[in-house]
């Protein structure tokens, strides 16, 4: 059966995270939802990977498949107008029918944004800390997360995830000089709460509250009870997920 | 008596504009409340411009007296407590007591978002155009524009202002590539309705539906009958108020 590609924007705000689960409302339920009103039967969808109560998403990716001969703009098209105006579907491909939107994805990318400024324009996705946070510091700790490292410091335990070690490949601050502080990163896989968790430790350092040394324990003698505080999920944008040509 | 100089940004949605008037509430009487509420006295505020009902900003100027010294920090804090969400002051500066927010303005900067695709992220402050528009057709409106013109075209008749003419000293459409367009312009005055004229009137001309030609007419011959439709409000942004140093 044809399966399509689709990718999505979303406001995470009033929604209790991407998967469906069995009482709040979910992102998934409302684009399964749409879909089928404009396809006339039930379409289940399989995301790149879940994403939290609260977390925003720029580029999530799904795919479902579907015994026809979709277009393109006209399927983007009804979606805008069927979908609520939170979630808004940008993209959609044919692609091979194999293709799997969580397992072949071989890295997310993910934008953290920290206000230091009351900003009416940015404060809904973003964490509002009104304090002089030191980037030089936060761009240090930053620095030493790239490459493979055991990240159990900076994570929910979960019992079913065999081990903690990702691998990253991008991971800076950028300060915008206008009152933002992004802290970016891409990896080949994420740990729950995983980039809430490096914020939240990265601000305390910007704050002075923490060393760049007691970062770097965390990274490379891993200790979860040493962690700082999980920043909000508000912040949190799902920038892209990367597929193999 | 001292003054002071506050910079704000704001979310113009829920306001009928900057200025005072009789009956809806605008982002002037919230300030002037606030800071009265903190200085415990009437304290009348003076804006670098007006900006329209909706219209929002991130670099709002005004000026107001205040017979004491004020702590930049602490008078900012008490502001972000007591002023509206979406209502911010991010600096506060002591100036000469001459200085006046509106007269002294040499230059303002005021940005224009458009989004071509769904977007939840962006749509609450830009206009929401979904089709295809030709950023090159529209950058060659933008260049014309540069220099002092006769803006009569682009304005809302006005029998109190004696002239049209502005000098536009930046004047570019900015494609973001993740479908979001930008009209930044930069001019020693602005007329009324003038930047949303200006913007409506070149995605005409980006959706093919007006030649760079009669736009050109417009800026060389003015004509108010022949002009396109004035973009919303809620994609305007007032950037920055310029000031001699």
Redesign the interface.
């Known amino acids: 059966m044809p399966r399509y590609k689709l990718t999505l ?3 995470g705000t009033h929604y209790a995270g991407w998967q469906t689960q069995p009482t709040d409302p979910t992102i998934q339920d409302a684009l399964e939802k749409a879909l089928a009103q404009i396809l006339r039967k039930p379409i289940p969808v399989v995301g790149s990977g879940r994403t939290d109560s609260g977390v ?1 998403a ?1 580029g999530q990716v799904v795919h479902f498949d579907f015994d026809g001969e979709l277009d393109k703009k006209s399927l ?2 009804s979606l ?1 107008g069927v979908l609520p ?6 993209a959609l491909e044919k692609v091979d029918e194999h293709f799997h939107a969580r397992f072949d994805g071989i890295a997310r990318q993910y934008r953290y944004q920290i206000v230091t ?5 940015r ?1 809904r ?1 973003a964490w509002e800390r ?1 304090f002089e946070l030191d980037p030089g510091r936060m761009r240090e700790c930053a620095e030493m997360i790239k490459g493979t490292h055991d990240f159990e410091s900076f994570c929910k335990h979960n019992p079913d995830v065999n081990h903690t070690n990702c691998e990253v490949s991008l991971s800076e601050i950028v300060s915008t000089g ?2 933002m502080l992004i802290y970016r990163i891409k990896a080949n896989r994420f740990l729950h709460h995983m980039v809430r968790s490096l914020t939240g430790t990265m601000v305390d350092v910007g704050l002075g509250k923490r060393s760049v040394d007691s970062f770097k324990s965390l990274v490379f003698k891993p200790d979860r009870k040493s962690v700082g505080p999980t920043a909000p999920a508000k912040g949190l ?1 799902l920038e892209k997920v990367f597929y193999k040509k």
Chains 1, 2 share one sequence.
């Not at 400024?117 to 324009?121: A, W």
């Open positions: 924007e979303y406001e925003h720029e983007l098209k805008w105006k939170d979630i808004a579907a940008w400024r009351p900003s009416p324009l404060r996705w009104y206008d009152g944008i």
